[in-house]
Every structure is written in structure tokens, then in C-alpha cells.
């Protein structure tokens, strides 16, 4: 069967080491991973910050999430290698430019969220706009910014398959070369490499996720998002992972 | 001392709050400022600390034109008491009650000492400290506020309706409480309220405002009570519709020592001092006999 053989392919030993091993690629996949994501975050929270602490600029919010999740990222790649060449730099900014949207809703929607009340006492009692940024904004914002950084973790390692294409490695590899050699337990593997990394990453995040929760909110309820009453990451956000490829 | 000079807010949806607005609070006192929603009076209270700046006219603060003042600064030494409290979900009573001594620098320690001895002050038990505001009822919530808005000892006390939202028993207990600690500590404290029988009892000063915060009438609750300026006043302080019009009621069989008092509609409404079937004239503390505080003047009906 195609399940079992996939199965005995992942798991053979044979298979783990190696300049086409599990190992290095799921490695290299992790770089690319671990890149995008950087530079996403990087761009995306400041701006969901902003967005979310002035409450200015809502409507570009919705337009850019919109808008860029129709963005082709395979197409944009090629688009862009065009002009650079191959290298993992394109790479890395279209993976990012997926990214990004998911990253600054979540950190918008989060501090939206945030009782109007006790950010209007933080400031009446004498907190600058940093302090009620750093010290009531964020905390009481963390869970939904990172159910952002979540969804945009799961849509980055779904799509860097696309990196086997251009000239690099990561567990896409196995996916084309299957796919090339009509050799689809070697594909098939490939994609259960990509879900399971998916399932893990998306674990720890979870796990993550709940420990941020902070203290006196999660007891209590309510009186941290007395606007939407989500207290965890809104569905839209959490993306499930497609394999493509 | 607290001075507005013909002060006028017009926001920007066009909503003129305030409209040539002028006071005097004087210091160390209790100024209620009531009236009904809408009037301008939060307004009002949030000019004082800067959190709404005047379009026109000036707020004075011991004379000094609060304009010219960093607002940060400014808030930082007004304490401020909201609603619905206003405390951080995200920490502690005793880290709540600290925030500004520690966002001034003092060291955690000494804030903190400073912090218990705030809750004995308010009448909080010291165990309640680690506790989340979650973790509280409304009226320890409340009181763990204005122990937050005690915290840099500002002279100044601003009160949005703190007590409004929670239930009329506790209410009545936060009321006695503030005016017991306001007899220990003397600050100027500026009350909004929406509820005339508050007003009254807390206030040394009450100004009842209208829309725009125009000043309908200002002087003590006795003066206010004795001489209403105007219709909309005694129909905001009830004597329109006779409540506060109080009379002995002859058909209830007394003790000896006490009057029933009836409102104008037959209702039951306190009871006076009357030793001998005689109204004493003057009681000095008619508050400690009425049922509730609107017989506070029963002496003058």
C-alpha cells in the first residue's frame, strides 16, 4: 500500500542521513521556515502594532490580508527569480510576503480586542503611550498576536515546498522528485514529512499560545475583550496546512 | 484650588460638551458635579487631568495653567477613580495598586509597602493583595481603585461615577467610606455623578449642570434644597415632584421620640428627632436618622 510504503520510507534509516536524507532537507525546510518568518515578523508586527495601538488605518488592514492572500506565491516567485536569479534571498521574501498579512492581523485584532476601558485608565492614571503599549496592550494582546504568528508559521512551512523548485532543497524535494520520477511513494512521504512538520510546529505554538495567556485574564474572563468576546485566535486565523507542491 | 475659565469643548463630530464653562473648586473640599447624561459633566472632569484638552478657555490648577503641563506629569499626580474601576486584568491588586509609584521610580519595596497600607486604608483585607481584579467582587474592585488613585497621595481625587455600577447596598457602604476617608485625608476631590441622592451626600459643593455643561444651580445641598434656581432644578432634585416635600405623618403611632415623615404622594420617607412629640430644631447630624439620605434636610421641611 501507498500509505505503508511512505511509512517504511520515513522511517527506514537508510533514508535519514545523506545529501538527499530526511534530515538535511527537513533542516534546510526549518531555515527557510525559520527565515521568512523573521523577516515577516519583523515587518508585520510593527505595522499591527501601530495599526491596532491608534486604531488608525483598520480599512488597509483588511484590504492587505485580503488582497495578499490572492497573491500566487509560486507565481510571484518565478515572477521575481526572473529578475534575481535563483538563491534563497527570493525565496525568503515571497515566503515573508505570505506571511505577513496573518502576522499584522493578529497583532491588530488583538489589541482591538483589548478593553477600551483599561487602556483609557492606563492613561488617565499617567502610563505614556509606550508604557500602555509594553505593559498593558501587548500582554493582555499576546494570545491572538501569536495565533497570528501561528496561522503565518503553518502557511510558511506549507508552502516552502515551492523551494525544490527554484534550485534549493527542503522537504519539497521529495514531492517533485517523486512526482518527476512517477515515483509517488517517494511523493507521498514527502507530503506526510511537510504535514507532520506542520501538526508539530503548529503543537508548540498551541502550547505556547496558552502559556501567554496571562494571568487574571484567564481566570477571570471578559474583561480583557469585552469587544468581540474571542478570548483564543479567531478561526480565519489559524490556517490549516495545505501541502502543495 | 481647581479653576475653569470660560472653558468649551467642541469635539470633532461637532457635539458642543461644554459651552463657557467657569468654576471655582476650592481645596480640600468634595464638588459633586451632577446631571444627567450627556451634559458635559465627564467632559468636564476629563479636562482636569488633560485627557481632554479645552478647545477654548483655560483650566487653572493652584493657578497654574495646566496647558503649559506635560500631561503625563499631570495625570501622574491626580489620582483618578472610573466606573468600572479600570484596573489591569494582567496583574495583581497589590501591582495594580502600585503602577504609578512604580512608573515614578520608586523602589518596589517601599510601593509596595505603600500599597498595603493603601488597602487597610480603603478597608481591604491585606490577603486580598495577590489576587486578580477578576478574583474580586464590583465593590472591592472599586475600592482597590481608589486606593490606585491614592497611591502618589495627589491632592486631587477625580471620581467618573465610581460607584455606579455596583449594587445599592455596597454603593451605600463605598459612599460612607469615601466620606470617611475624606474626613481623614482632606483631598479636593471632583465627583461626577447622575444620581442626586449621591450628590447630596457626598458633595460640599454641588453643582447641577445641564446640557453643555451649563451650570443650572451651585451651592451646598441645603441651599440647593431650599431654594431651587429653577423648574429643571427641582425637578432634577425631586422637590418638583415632591419627594423631598416631606410632613409628619399624625396616623403612625410614634415612641415617644420619633416623627414619621411622609413625601408629598403619602410615602413613607424617614423619620425625625421629635423627644417629647417636638421637632428638634438644628440637629447637627440628621443623616444618622433617615432611611435614606433624601431626608437629609428634614429639619428644614
Not at chain 1, 91 to 100: D, P, S
Amino acid at each position: 500500500m501507498l500509505f505503508a510504503a511512505a511509512l517504511a520510507f520515513i522511517f527506514d534509516p537508510a533514508n535519514l542521513l545523506g545529501e538527499k536524507g530526511i534530515l538535511p532537507r527537513l533542516m534546510d525546510h526549518l531555515l527557510y521556515t525559520g527565515l521568512s518568518l523573521g523577516v515577516a515578523l519583523l515587518v508585520g508586527i510593527p505595522i499591527g502594532l501601530i495599526i491596532g495601538h491608534t486604531g488608525k488605518g483598520k480599512n488597509f488592514v483588511i484590504a492587505l490580508t485580503g488582497s495578499f492572500r490572492a497573491i500566487p506565491t509560486f507565481g510571484l516567485l518565478l515572477f521575481i527569480i526572473l529578475f534575481t536569479g535563483l538563491g534563497l534571498g527570493p525565496l525568503v521574501f515571497v515566503l515573508a510576503i505570505l506571511a505577513i498579512p496573518p502576522i499584522i492581523a493578529g497583532a491588530y485584532s488583538g489589541l482591538d480586542a483589548v478593553n477600551r476601558e483599561t487602556i483609557d485608565a492606563a492613561r488617565a492614571i499617567g502610563m505614556t503611550e509606550w508604557q500602555i503599549l509594553g505593559k498593558v496592550e501587548i500582554p493582555l494582546a499576546l494570545p491572538l498576536i501569536l495565533g497570528g504568528i501561528r496561522s503565518a508559521t503553518l502557511q510558511i512551512i506549507a508552502t516552502a515546498t515551492i523551494a525544490g523548485y527554484v534550485g534549493l532543497t527542503g522537504l519539497g524535494r521529495f514531492l517533485i522528485e517523486g512526482l518527476a520520477l512517477h515515483d509517488y511513494t517517494l511523493a507521498f512521504a514527502g507530503a506526510i514529512l511537510v504535514a507532520a512538520l506542520a501538526l508539530v510546529a503548529d503543537g508548540i505554538l498551541a502550547l505556547i499560545q496558552r502559556l501567554v495567556v496571562p494571568h487574571g485574564v484567564s481566570r477571570g474572563m471578559a474583561r480583557t475583550t469585552t469587544r468581540s468576546g474571542r478570548r483564543t485566535a479567531p478561526p480565519a486565523l489559524t490556517g490549516t496546512p495545505i501541502t502543495e507542491g | 484650588m481647581i479653576e475653569f475659565r470660560g472653558v468649551s469643548k467642541q469635539f470633532d463630530d461637532g457635539t458642543l460638551a461644554v459651552d463657557d464653562f467657569s468654576l471655582v473648586i476650592p481645596s480640600h473640599k468634595t464638588v459633586v458635579l451632577v446631571g444627567s447624561s450627556g451634559c458635559g459633566k465627564t467632559t468636564l472632569l476629563r479636562m482636569i487631568n488633560r485627557m481632554v484638552d479645552p478647545t477654548s478657555g483655560s483650566i487653572l490648577i493652584d493657578d497654574e495653567d495646566i496647558a503649559g503641563l506635560e500631561p503625563v506629569k499631570l495625570r501622574r499626580r491626580i489620582g483618578y477613580v472610573m466606573q468600572n474601576s479600570g484596573l489591569l486584568p494582567h496583574r495583581k491588586v497589590i501591582d495594580n495598586v502600585a503602577t504609578v509609584p512604580l512608573l515614578e521610580g520608586v523602589p518596589k519595596r517601599d510601593a509596595y509597602a505603600r500599597a498595603m497600607e493603601l488597602l487597610d486604608t480603603v478597608g481591604l483585607d491585606r490577603s486580598l493583595a495577590n489576587r486578580y481584579p477578576s478574583q474580586l467582587s464590583g465593590g472591592q474592585q472599586q475600592r482597590v481603585g481608589v486606593a490606585r488613585g491614592l497611591a502618589v497621595d495627589p491632592n486631587i481625587l477625580l471620581m467618573d461615577e465610581p460607584f455606579g455600577a455596583v449594587d445599592p447596598i455596597v454603593r451605600a457602604d463605598l459612599q460612607q467610606e469615601l466620606i470617611r476617608l475624606q474626613q481623614e485625608l482632606g483631598k479636593t476631590i471632583v465627583f461626577v455623578t447622575h444620581d442626586i441622592d449621591e450628590a447630596f451626600l457626598l458633595g460640599d459643593e454641588v453643582v447641577i449642570l445641564q446640557v453643555g455643561a451649563q451650570i443650572a444651580q451651585q451651592g451646598t445641598p441645603s441651599e440647593i434644597l431650599a431654594n431651587p434656581t429653577n423648574e429643571f432644578v427641582a425637578n432634577f432634585i425631586g422637590v418638583g415632584r415632591g419627594k423631598r416635600r416631606l410632613s409628619v405623618d399624625g396616623s403612625v403611632e410614634s415612641n415617644g421620640n420619633d416623627l414619621v415623615l411622609v413625601d408629598s404622594a403619602g410615602h413613607a420617607a424617614g423619620v425625625v428627632d421629635a423627644p417629647g412629640g417636638v421637632i428638634a430644631n438644628g440637629d447637627s447630624s440628621p443623616k444618622s436618622r433617615s432611611i435614606s439620605n433624601k431626608t437629609d434636610q428634614a429639619g428644614d421641611a
